[in-house]
T-cell receptor, first 114, second 113 residues
């Protein structure tokens, strides 16, 4: 099955802290994505990458940043967390193109900022 | 632009009931259509897909038919189980290497014993 991992599963931190959400995949996929999922379950694309050293902002503006130094690793960083950042963050990857695109998702990180 | 509209939830059914979750789309060109499922506490996983008109995707007793004339891809299951309780997302992608999946807002299904 899918080999995409997110850590931590749950994170509770105070306002102003810097955090990094980890996402790794062992499938050699070029495309990787970060989604923010609100309590109503809607998904919002916040970042994506089509390969090493390639990162783009998604449809929803986010104060987070991402990096893609290695194919398998796509971490998301918040320099100064705020309560408004409380959400579920889902990472995904895909090795296929166009009409055959299939996303593999990690289990998510539930972030709570107090 | 491309968009997906799903019926709003939540949907609550009794075990063995018939399920329909409506999905309609707007897209330039001819999209591929997908249903993803998110079980509690997990990420999404692909449930089924169809890549051209009149194709039927099926998996785990779920079916959906790509209807170009009505721009629809409704999800159906003849007899739901408690284990089908999850959030279901309809999605599309159009041809072209830089296109990204467009998701609907999700429909939460609860099946009671």
């Amino acid at each position: 099955e899918a080999d995409i991992y997110q850590t931590p599963r749950y994170l509770v931190i105070g306002t102003g802290k810097k955090i990094t959400l980890e996402c790794s995949q062992t499938m050699g996929h070029d495309k990787m994505y970060w989604y923010q999922q609100d309590p109503g379950m809607e998904l919002h694309l916040i970042h994506y990458s089509y390969g090493v050293n390639s990162t783009e902002k998604g449809d929803l503006s986010s104060e987070s940043t991402v990096s893609r130094i290695r194919t398998e690793h796509f971490p998301l960083t918040l320099e100064s967390a705020r309560p408004s950042h409380t959400s579920q963050y889902l990472c995904a990857s895909s090795g296929l193109q166009g009409r055959n695109e299939k996303l593999f998702f990690g289990s998510g990180t539930q972030l709570s900022v107090l | 632009g491309n968009s997906v509209t799903q019926m709003e939830g939540p949907v609550t059914l009794s075990e063995e009931a018939f399920l329909t979750i409506n999905c309609t789309y707007t897209a330039t060109g001819y999209p591929s259509l997908f249903w993803y499922v998110q079980y509690p506490g997990e990420g999404l996983q692909l449930l089924l897909k169809a890549t051209k008109a009149d194709d039927k995707g099926s998996n785990k007793g779920f079916e959906a038919t790509y209807r170009k004339e009505t721009t629809s891809f409704h999800l159906e299951k003849g007899s739901v189980q408690v284990s089908d309780s999850a959030v279901y997302f309809c999605a599309l992608i159009t041809q072209g290497g830089s296109e990204k999946l467009v998701f609907g807002k999700g429909t939460k299904l609860t099946v009671n014993p």
